[in-house]
């Protein structure tokens, strides 16, 4: 197949708003036709003005005459997906997925796409705490790691999904699902938790609520941030990584203990946060 041929977008969010955006403007793997469908009639208006695809479709049995399904909607909804239309889907299509949890996409694929469909699992690193086809930008996946998790070895999908990510304008980083996983419970996941904690932290309503307000700094807000995200699309892929992030959860605990033991060490702290400021700028620089 030349090209990318008839490619469409299963959910008009954020990413699945960007990556049509990016489809539509990529001139490395023209699509021959750009689709969208979203079970939210407004929410697909809305990407298709954004730009998110060259039309829309009325019914969701529609997206199965694509030559390539990018199911840009949370892993639990990926997964129902795979569930209830991956029977149907006809041979020789890409089925890729964005979700920010890979076991459970990868085993539902396994289980439910039939002989001769390309499945393979898919995560660009990208987005902010935006919600909706509004927050799309094509911009944040030029150089974003996109991270494909093959089920199995699979040089012709793998192939096909490798020119989608070029198309997008990422850099592919091939990965097993399962260390995927392991790593975003700490990159990616954990991070929400914590952001969520802080907030929860400070006192809801009452005499003090403006006084709170006033003193909150500038390390509470960066620190709290992902807080502000789509609850469900968090929560969804959260419990889908549930293993790996119960683990993550117990190693943080396990230095906050540390911390507590060493608070009243200006000294102690000093080193601990030495070699942590040492260990992000290794790891991300001045970012």
Same mark, same amino acid.
């Given at each position: 197949?030349?090209?990318l041929?008839?490619v469409?977008?299963? =959910?008009a969010?954020?990413?699945?708003?960007?990556?049509?955006?990016?489809?539509?403007?990529? %001139?490395?793997?023209?699509?021959?036709?750009?689709?969208?469908?979203?079970?939210d009639?407004?929410?697909?208006?809305? =990407?298709?003005?954004?730009?998110? /695809?060259?039309? @829309?479709?009325l019914?969701?049995?529609?997206?199965?005459?694509a030559?390539?399904?990018?199911?840009?909607?949370?892993?639990?909804?990926? #997964?129902?997906?795979?569930?209830?239309?991956?029977?149907?889907?006809?041979?020789?299509?890409l089925?890729?997925?964005?979700?920010? $949890?890979?076991?459970?996409?990868? /085993?539902?694929?396994?289980?439910?796409?039939?002989p001769?469909? *390309?499945g393979?699992?898919? *995560?660009?690193?990208?987005?902010?705490?935006?919600?909706?086809?509004?927050?799309?930008?094509?911009?944040?996946?030029?150089?974003?790691?996109? #991270?494909?998790?093959?089920?199995a070895?699979?040089?012709?999908?793998? +192939?096909?999904?490798?020119?989608?990510?070029? %198309?997008? =304008?990422?850099?592919?980083?091939?990965?097993? $699902?399962?260390?995927?996983?392991?790593?975003? $419970?700490?990159?990616? *996941?954990?991070?929400?938790l914590?952001?969520?904690?802080?907030?929860?932290?400070?006192?809801? =309503?009452?005499?003090?609520?403006?006084?709170?307000?006033?003193?909150?700094?500038?390390?509470?807000?960066?620190?709290?941030?992902?807080?502000?995200?789509?609850? +469900?699309?968090? %929560? @969804?892929?959260?419990?889908?990584n549930?293993?790996?992030?119960?683990?993550?959860l117990?190693?943080? +605990? *396990?230095?906050?203990?540390?911390?507590?033991?060493?608070?009243t060490?200006?000294?102690?702290?000093?080193?601990?946060?030495?070699?942590? $400021?040492?260990?992000?700028?290794?790891?991300v620089?001045?970012?």
């Open positions: 197949m030349n090209g041929g008839v469409c977008v299963v =959910g969010g954020q990413i699945g708003t960007s990556i049509g955006m990016a489809l539509k403007g990529s %001139a490395t793997a023209m699509a021959d036709e750009l689709l969208l469908w979203d079970v009639q407004g929410r697909r208006a809305r =990407g298709l003005v954004r730009g998110g /695809a060259d039309r @829309s479709l019914d969701p049995e529609e997206v199965l005459a030559d390539v399904i990018v199911l840009a909607i949370p892993v639990s909804e990926v #997964v129902g997906w795979l569930r209830t239309w991956g029977g149907q889907v006809s041979p020789d299509t089925v890729v997925d964005t979700g920010s $949890a890979k076991q459970a996409v990868v /085993a539902a694929m396994r289980s439910h796409l039939g001769g469909v *390309h393979i699992g898919g *995560h660009p690193l990208c987005g902010n705490e935006g919600r909706g086809p509004e927050a799309g930008d094509p911009a944040m996946l030029k150089g974003a790691v996109f #991270v494909l998790t093959p089920l070895d699979d040089p012709p999908t793998l +192939e096909r999904a490798l020119a989608l990510v070029g %198309a997008l =304008g990422s850099q592919p980083v091939v990965l097993d $699902a399962g260390r995927h996983d392991e790593i975003l $419970a700490v990159s990616s *996941h954990l991070p929400h914590v952001a969520a904690a802080l907030v929860e932290l400070v006192p809801e =309503g009452g005499a003090e609520r403006e006084l709170w307000r006033r003193l909150l700094g500038p390390g509470f807000r960066s620190a709290t941030r992902l807080a502000a995200s789509d609850p +469900e699309m968090v %929560a @969804s892929f959260l419990a889908a549930s293993g790996p992030l119960r683990h993550a117990g190693e943080f +605990e *396990h230095g906050l203990r540390e911390f507590e033991a060493e608070v060490s200006p000294s102690s702290l000093a080193s601990r946060l030495e070699r942590a $400021a040492n260990r992000r700028a290794d790891l620089g001045d970012c």
